[in-house]
C-alpha cells in the first residue's frame, strides 16, 4: 500500500515538473513560410531579399525558418493550384510575389496570413480593401504601378528622340496593368504619343502584337510575369522596350524604371516577423516599395543606336555598360 | 573602219574572257583559315570539342554563303599536345601553305608559344581557349582572348564557401601555365576573401599517382580543396580523394568537372564535386533572377547545339567547343567587318569588336585581353550540373558540405 502510494506520488511530482518545465521553456519552432510566384525557379529575387532581410532579423533559413517554394513559371492555371496546396499544407504564411499569385493565395485562405510584393495598385485589384487598413488576412509592399506606369512612359521618350508611337501589352488577367491603364493614356495624350493598347489572352495574339512593333516604336512592358510576356517583348520587339525593374537592365533590356525587386523582399521582412510573431495582417498598413531605380544598358542602347540623354545618365542609378 | 571594229571586238572579247576567267578563278578561291588542333596527347579531349567547334562554325559560314564572297576552308594538323609542335605548324601554314587566316591551338601554353609566330606575321590570332591573362600582357599586338581568365576560375567556389563560414583552403595544381596562373589566382582571391591557404603545391605534367600530395593535404585538413588541372588529373585526384577517405567540406577543379565525360568516368564519385565552366548547354533555358532568360546573350546557341548533335552524334559537347565556335565566328566577323584580309585592318577590326556569340559576350582591351565574358561555377547533383555562381544564375543551391565518402550513398 505504502508502495504504490509513493509510486503515485512520484508520478504526481514527474508530470508537474514535466509541465513546469515545459512552460518555462518555449518550444523551438520553425516556421513554415509558404513562397508563391510565377518564376522559373527557386530564386526570385523577391524571395532572396526576403530571406536576407529575415536573416538579419534573426530568423535564419533552417534553424529558424523553412521555406516552401512554389514557381509557376507564367502559367495562369497553375499559381491557383499551388496556392490551394499551400494553404492545405497549413504553412504559418503565404509570401507571394505580383498579383496574380496574392489573388490566387487570397482565394485560397482567409485565415493563414499573405504577405505580398511587386502588387502594383493593391487597392485597385481588390487585395487589401484600403493601405492603412488592409482588413483581411494581407498585407505587404505596393511595388506603385499606378503611380510609375506614366513615369515609365515619360521616361522612354526621354531615351527616344521623336518617340511617336508606344505599346502597352499585357495579358486580360492582369488587373495591375488594366488599373494603371487610365493614367497611362493621360500620360501618353499628354506627350502627344500614340498609345496601343493590346490586352493579349493566348499566345498567337501576343506573337501577332509583338511582330507589328516597328523599329521606332516604343514598348511598355507589364510588370507581371504570366505567359511569360515581358521575356517575349525583350526577344521579339524591334523597338525599345521600358521594362518594370533594374534586373531586366542587367540581363539586355535597354531601360527599366521602378522598385528593385530583391530590396522589396528585404522590405517585406519587417511585417513577414512581426506576423510571425503575432501580429496580425489586417493591422499592418501596406508599405509602398521604398527604393525605385532607373537603369540603363549602354551597350543595347548602342546596339540599337540609341543615344542617353545626358539627363537620363545622371539620374540613372543603375548603368550597365 | 572595218579594222578598227575588229580590233575593237577582239579587244572587248579579250577583256571580257580575262573578267570571266579572273572572276571565275577568284570567286573560287576559298578563304584558307589554319590551324592547329589537339586532337592526340593529353589535350585531346578538351581539344577535339575544340576543333569540333571550328569546323561547325565553318560549316555554317559557307551555308550562308562564306566569307568575302568565298567559300571557307579549315587547313589544320595535329599538334599532338605539344606547344613547340604548335609553333612549327603555325609557321609551316603561314609561310609553306600561305593560309589566308589562323585560329588559336588548344590551352595556355599552345597559345603563348605560337604568339610569337603570329607577331612575327602579324597575322590576327585568337586563342579561344587560351585563359591565362599573362599572354595577353606582354604587348603583344595579335593575339586576342575569348575566355574569362584563368585567375578568376575558382572565385565562385571561394565565394560560396566564405559565405558558408568556411575559413581554409589547400591548393593543387599541375607545374604547367594555366594551373600555376589559375593557382596562384584562387590564393590572391582566398585572401582576399579572408580565407587561409593551408597548402599550395605543384605537380608534373602527366603525373598520374597523387597520394602523397594528397596525404599531405589531408595533414593540413582543410575546408575546401582548390585543383588546378586538366581533364586526366582532374579524374584521378577525385578517385585517390575516395581511395584515400580524404573528405575536404568542398571540392572544385579548375578543368575536367564540367564535362558530361567526369560524370560518365567517375559515376557517384563525381557527385558533390565542383567545376569551373565558361559555358553550360543549360545557359539556354536558364533565368536570371529566376525570371530572365539569359538565351539571348548567347545569340545562335540553340542552334549551334542542336546541329552539333546532329554533325557530331554522340560527341562530347562542353564549353570548348562552343568556345572554338565563337572563335570562329569572331575572325569571321572581324573579317567582315575589316573587308579585307589584311592582317592590320583585322586586328583593329578585332580590338573595337563589341559582340555576343553562341559563347556569350566578346570584348577586350587594347591588349586583346578579355573584359566581356563571365565564368560560372557548376557542381554534380544527381548526375547533372548544377550552376552554383554566380548567386543570380543559381537556380539551384550548393550542397555543402560534401558529406564523407563513407557516409554517401
Redesign the interface.
Known sequence: MIARSAVLALLLLAAVADAAAAEAQPEHRVYRIGVLNEAWAANHPTVEGLKEGLRELGLVEGRDVAYEIRYTKGVPGATAAAAEELAKAGVDLIFTSNEPATLAAKSATQSIPIVFTLVGDPVATRVVDSLARPGGNLTGISSRATELAPKRLEVLKSLVTGLKRVWFIYHGSDSTDTAALASVREAASRFQIELIVREVNDLGALFIALKEVRRDDGVLAPVVDTFDIPAKILDVARGPGIFPSALWVENGAVISYGPDFRAQGVQSARLVAKILRGARPQDLPVEGADRIDLAVNLNTARQLALRVPPRILVRANVVQR | MMQIHRIARLVVADALLLVALGGTAHAQAPIKIGASVSTTGSFAALGQNQFRGYQLCVKHANEKGGLLGRKIELVTEDDKSDPATAVQIYERLITEKRVDAILGPYGSSGADAVAAVSEKHRMPMIAPLASTSAIYKKGRKYVFMVLSPAEAYLEGLLDVAAKRGLKTVAVIHEDTLFPNTAAAGTVEIAKRKGLTVVLNEAYPKGAADFAALLTRVRAANPDVLAAGTYFEDAVAITRQLKTLDINPRMFGLTVGADLPKFYETLGKSAEYVYGATQWDPSLLTL????????A??YPGAREFVEDYQKTFPGADLSYHSAAGYSGCELLHESIRRAGSLDGERVRAALVKL?MNTVFGPFRVDAGGFQVGHKALMIQWQDGKKAIVSP??L??DKPRVPTPEWSKRP
Do not use: C, K, N
Open positions: 533565368r536570371a533572377g529566376g525570371l530572365i532568360p539569359v539571348r546573350q563589341e548567386e543570380e543559381a537556380a
